[in-house]
């Protein structure tokens, strides 16, 4: 089939996410353009692709699932049997159902899933937790990805025929995650608005930055790692517990899995 374009759809508070995508996307020999997700956009934009554009969709993995912030985006999502890919990006503990959950959303919308990829990364909060990672050997894990997809998508006629089968649980398992609000040291704050202006959800009043609306708030880390003031922390106790739990669950050697 004639290719279109390669369209990256994408959501990465922390950057690791967009870092994967970024290394696949150079092995996909197709012009790219990118839908960074991050941002809190109040309007959502449109995303409507082509049956001959190869969309990639990249994910953080949030308590075994997608984050429900990317997944608002999708009520102005649709393909026309377009070919997907999937990637998730984990803190190497697990990703759960974040695949499955992730396949079954854009297949419903219009998407013919072709490849899909879980990576283990450095863990965004606790970040000693696979630290460094993705590393030069997972990043050569990660173009290969690419290459193979890029053959996939150059060789291929039609797509009909690939049944790309993902692990998960059906129901998913309930989504609970410990909340952890950054709290603001006011002596430090400059109020430079840097931090609302980078939150994914808007949780963070542009006048008063101090101010972060919890409900909101989905713990993503994005405003502690923008803040050149370092002014907006997690409280050490809920870090400690937190740390705790994580080192016994995770580990830090865990290797990618490939769907194809
Ligand atoms: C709120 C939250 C929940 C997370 N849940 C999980 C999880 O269930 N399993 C896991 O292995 N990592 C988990 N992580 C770690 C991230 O999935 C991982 O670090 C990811 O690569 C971050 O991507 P980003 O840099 O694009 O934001 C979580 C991180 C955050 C902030």
Known sequence: MKMNELKLVYFSPTGTTRKVIMEISANINLKSVSYDLTVHKEKKPSLKFKSNDLV???????????????????????????????????????????????????????????????FPTEHSIVRSIGLGRPNKQDLKGIADFGMQLNRRVQSETSFDQFNIVVPGNMPYRKAGAAQLTPKVDVTACTMCGSCAKSCPTGAIDAKDPKKTNKKKCISCQKCLRICKQKARYVSGTKMKLLTGKLNKACQSDKKADIFL
């Open 56 to 118: 990639l969709f990249g994910i953080p993995v949030y308590a075994g699932r997608v984050p429900s912030t990317f997944l608002e985006y999708f009520e102005n999502l649709s393909g026309q049997g377009t070919p997907a890919a999937l990637v998730a990006t984990y803190g190497c503990r697990e990703y759960e159902d974040a695949l499955l959950e992730l396949k079954n959303e854009v297949e419903s919308r219009g998407f013919k899933v072709i490849g899909a990829a879980a």
